[in-house]
């Protein structure tokens, strides 16, 4: 695709007259055509103002290989925190046309998930700020109550709407479809024991302990007891897990959510430090990011402040990532703990 083709998709796209254009860059709409057209190019001063124009940087405006297409989008949902509207509908643009060409290309249909469901994560963080605004100014109104509730995934107390039946659903038909799915079984366990259907979630965690082999079909046995109200025997079992895999740091995490639940907080903390300290590069910072909630929770803004700060290093040391919204996420984190000490 040349810049001529790039430039009349993107007009069409954003829905403008070549007149339109032409207005905006201060040139004739002949030479709109002519560029469309393929009969010449525009001048390299009008391309900052075509990029304003449409939202996209310099370099889009041009060919690009697929590939770098593909790295393109997938850098983009990874790291910003905000796509624009022209930008989202020309990468989606993109991605359907590979499906075009190919029906069995995974690659495009996973971007095509991570790109809406990053969308749908965006346009929740602007409703929530809209919603607080609401019950800033009207604290009983009900409206800015559901509609915070739901742009956070809160619960609202209507048992039908807060569980997870259509995922569970989806699921059971998935596995049967891929018996011991390790993915699959994950997904469904952990959605049954969410909505407390501990008796329905036996059978798929005797199947993930085959699949899997590791920490899980213990962990998972003490949820349902913990669920069942058999506390000691959870924690027997959340015990057990860690002593049989004592070198998969995901155990330590995990039991430290369960200890987190119970109320035992230091030992939780144990835990989380300790899957930190098990990994080596690349750190996956789970615990780090428990570890920062659970510190906000005792009021140890400072320690709060230390574990984003730990995430922001091992980003910068393990990716080699230094800016985007996986870093600036927690810079505002850390602005916004900070001003808990000028309270």
Known sequence: MNIGNQIKNLRLEKKVT???LAAYLGVSAQAVSKWETNASTPDITLLPGLSTYFGISIDELFSLPDE?????IENMYSHERRIAPETFVHSVRFLTEQIAKDAKNVRAYENLAYLYNHRAASDHAEASEYAKRVLELEPDNKGGWVAFLEANNGVCGDEWYDNHFTVIQYFKEFLKINPKNYGGLYAIIENLLADGRFDEAVPYIKEIGEAKGNYQMLMYSGDVAFGQGKIEEAKELWNKAVETHPNEWQAYCSRADRFKKLGLIQEAIADYEKCVKMQTAPHITD???????VHE?????????RDNERIIAYLAEDFQTTDGESVDSRKREIERLKGYFVQ
């Open 18 to 20: 070549q007149e339109e």
């Open 287 to 293: 615990g780090l990011y428990s570890l920062a909630q």
């Open 297 to 305: 929770m005792l009021g140890d803004y400072a320690a709060a402040i």
């Open 68 to 72: 770098a297409q593909y790295e393109r």
